[in-house]
């Protein structure tokens, strides 16, 4: 497959295909997203929001969510704040959410299954690995806990705007969690 998107590239660049696309880094709409990396928003959720390129950093991770004070997602906002001028953050999960459910008991046989030892995931399970997969269960109150992790966050400034939302996979539809 990749070697197929290699050649698709290739003809993109060669075709000028960029071109509408050309944008500032500085996000236009001074807003950052937190959201799902699930294929059924990677083209549904800017559009359903009227967002096109430029407009918005979008970061994406499974569920959304936000595990730890220094969580990859914190430094991206951070970056998006400081350096990119986003003054709202824009907190979106989704129904029907992969991450709903996910627990490391489903992950445990399907690593093995692929190789992984047993000595290596006993060494991760000290490490916690069951924690650090475990997903939420209750996707209001994972969006409740995510914007509280964004908005109390030490290093974020009272300023920003941080609300949360579910979309609906099929049909973009946002509502706001409050
Ligand atoms: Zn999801």
């Known amino acids: 497959m990749i070697d ?6 290739s003809q993109f660049v060669a075709e000028k295909a960029y071109e509408p696309y050309a944008a500032s880094k500085f996000p236009a709409k001074k807003l950052a ?6 294929t059924r928003l990677t083209e549904l959720l800017p559009k359903a929001l009227g967002l096109k ?4 950093k979008i970061i994406t991770n499974a569920g959304g969510t936000v595990l730890s004070d220094t969580d990859s997602s ?4 951070l970056v998006a704040i400081y350096e ?4 709202e953050v824009m907190v979106i999960h989704h129904t029907d959410c992969g991450a709903c459910h996910m627990s490391y008991a489903h992950f445990k046989p399907m690593m093995l ?5 047993a000595e290596t995931l006993s060494a991760w399970e000290e490490r916690g690995v069951a924690a650090w997969l475990e997903g939420f269960h ?8 995510t914007v509280a992790a964004v908005k109390n966050h030490p290093l974020i400034p ?14 973009g539809a946002l509502t706001e969690v409050l």
């Open 84 to 87: 990119l001028g986003a003054e």
């Open 74 to 77: 914190i430094r991206s906002l």
């Open 4 to 9: 197929r998107i290699l050649e698709y590239n």
């Open 138 to 145: 209750d996707t209001e109150a994972s969006v409740r806990k």
């Open 113 to 117: 299954e692929k190789g992984i030892t």
């Open 158 to 171: 009272s300023s920003v705007v941080v609300r949360g939302f579910i979309m609906e996979t099929t049909t």
């Open 53 to 56: 390129s430029g407009d918005a």
């Open 33 to 38: 997203i937190l959201s799902c990396m699930d």
